[in-house]
């Protein structure tokens, strides 16, 4: 895949993923606002009915009492006369009794005197029954309209009354939630209050006006506060908190596949850059060879001594070349390799760097450099891979060289010490170009190169010191590096030793 595929790939992905992120938030931001109202309208619904169902408590209150006044007053005079403050009607009502018998023919007179007589006494009695029902409710509205105000709120408005009424009509509206309430006068005063009600803010309390026809200077308010209200309202977007979970999950594996992404898509170019690398340094020791081995069929080269202590120092210098880069070649499939093999057996550390130093000697030289050797530890007997520890020593003296300063010639001391009677401590140090403390963090993961080191146009993969690591850690010991920019740097690997 191309790098510029994989870029695509990741924005179009993110694009995707952060657009389902946003909706499922803006949908789960409607439906809270949607249950909020809903859950006010229902709560306003049930105040307005609570109040209404209040005023009608009222008014049968006066009803009653009236009915019972009345009943005291009138149980002593006599049931036909109910002419209850109207008596002009009910002289009406005198007159026409005794008009008509006058004029009927006397066979049928009797009868239908009897008949209208008893007529006109219901007429009567439902006509004055009436008038006592009707004068009864106009005192009572009188009653209500100018003395109500004057009961006591807690008289008119009780505590368990209220409780009650809301209950019930909360529940039948289809909100079965606990609630506070308060009922607080025109300056917001508290009239009375259950235990729970202290409204954190404004916004929680809904309010109702009882009793709205008192005058405005005794009006009183019903507040009411759910302490339950939020989980009421997120209950109702809770379902959508798993698809929330799945969506970063996916934004979870989709962040960790492009990573890997990206860094297969760079082993992949750093391998092919590390095979053209390859074949190409080992063509020219191929070649070399094969010049000297041709040249070994010439038979003046091979009765001339001279030329073939060259033309065998040739060979053996070009081997050593070849040898040198299918270790590196090695180095790298490690890393693909889960275990490495090793074979572990004891081996004398001050012997092996010693011998290590002295391939390196040369190369240094040749820089006009030294290496010093104080191999002071003792017992230096560890237990390694023989193979893969000269591979160690020789990849930190190979960087030391690779990153020494250009204008001063390399000085490199590898020491050696015991730091206390279990452990041997070696230390690679160079006067070289050195690396920034953020650098130095880093040195040690795989594929990672200081910027710098291109600037000196030193070739390399970054793989050596992942390699030393990986190797150190496997041996059972540790290694850290300690540098200075432009004054050199120091590696010190501690390992145990073999008892
Ligand atoms: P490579 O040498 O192939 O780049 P290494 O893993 O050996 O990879 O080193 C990683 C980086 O650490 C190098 O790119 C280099 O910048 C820095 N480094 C390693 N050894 C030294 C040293 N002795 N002095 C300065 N910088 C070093």
Redo the contacts with the bound molecule.
């Keep these: 895949m191309k790098r510029s595929t994989i870029w695509i790939l990741t924005v179009v992905m993110a694009i995707a993923l952060l657009g389902l992120l946003a909706m499922q938030i803006v949908y789960m931001e409607k439906m809270v606002d949607m249950r909020n109202s809903q859950f006010s309208e229902i709560v306003m619904r049930s105040l307005y009915s609570v109040s209404t169902m209040l005023e009608q408590n009222e008014t049968k209150y006066f009803l009653d009492k009236d009915l019972a006044e009345a009943e005291q007053m009138y149980s002593g005079i006599s049931e036909n006369s109910f002419s209850f403050g109207e008596s002009k009607e009910a002289n009406i009502d005198t007159t026409l009794n005794t008009e008509d018998p006058a004029n009927l023919r006397p066979a049928n007179r009797n009868t239908l005197k009897d008949l209208n007589d008893s007529y006109q006494h219901k007429q009567e009695i439902l006509r004055g029954q009436f008038l006592y029902q009707k004068s009864l409710l106009y005192e009572v509205i009188l009653t209500i309209l100018n003395h109500s105000s004057d009961r006591p709120i807690q008289e008119r408005a009780d505590s368990a009354t209220v409780a009650s009424y809301l209950r019930s009509e909360l529940e039948f509206n289809g909100l079965s939630l606990p609630f506070e309430f308060a009922i607080v006068n025109r300056t917001n005063g508290v009239v009375y209050k259950t235990s729970g009600y202290s409204p954190m803010s404004q916004a929680d309390v809904y309010s109702q006006v009882l009793f709205p026809n008192d005058p405005k200077n005794k009006r009183n308010t019903l507040n009411v506060t759910f302490p339950n209200k939020s989980d009421y309202i997120f209950s109702s977007v809770k379902f959508l908190v798993p698809s929330l979970a799945f969506t970063f999950l996916l934004l979870g594996v989709f962040l960790y596949t492009i990573s890997v992404a990206f860094k297969q898509k760079k082993l992949s170019e750093i391998k092919n850059d590390f095979i053209n690398n390859m074949t190409h340094e080992f063509k020219t020791p191929i070649s070399s060879i094969s010049i000297a081995a041709q040249m070994l069929n010439d038979d003046s080269v091979r009765k001339s001594p001279e030329m073939l202590k060259h033309v065998s120092g040739v060979i053996n210098d070009e081997t050593k070349r070849l040898r040198f880069q299918v270790e590196k070649v090695l180095q790298l499939s490690l890393f693909d390799r889960k275990n490495a093999t090793m074979r572990l057996e004891e081996e004398d550390a001050n012997a092996n760097i010693y011998n290590v130093i002295n391939t390196f000697k040369l190369k240094v030289e040749k820089y006009g450099g030294h290496i010093n050797a104080n191999l002071d530890a003792e017992d230096p007997i560890i237990n390694v891979d023989r193979m893969h520890f000269t591979n160690v020593i020789f ?2 003296l ?3 060289v ?2 020494r300063r250009e204008d001063v010639p390399p000085e490199l001391t590898v020491t050696t010490v015991n730091p206390d009677e279990d452990h041997i401590q070696i230390t ?1 140090a ?1 006067n ?4 920034k403390r953020e ?1 130095l963090k880093k ?2 993961e795989k594929f ?3 910027s ?2 291109n600037l000196h146009d ?11 690591h990986k190797m150190i850690d496997l041996f059972g010991g540790s290694i850290r ?1 300690e ?1 200075e920019v432009n004054q ?2 120091k ?1 010190i690997i501690t390992l145990p030793l073999y008892k």
């Design positions: 990849n930190l190979d960087n030391a690779k990153y690679v160079d070289g170009i050195g690396m650098d040195i040690f990672y190169r200081v710098t080191g030193v070739k390399g993969f970054g793989l050596g010191l992942a390699y030393v590096a540098s050199g740097s590696f």
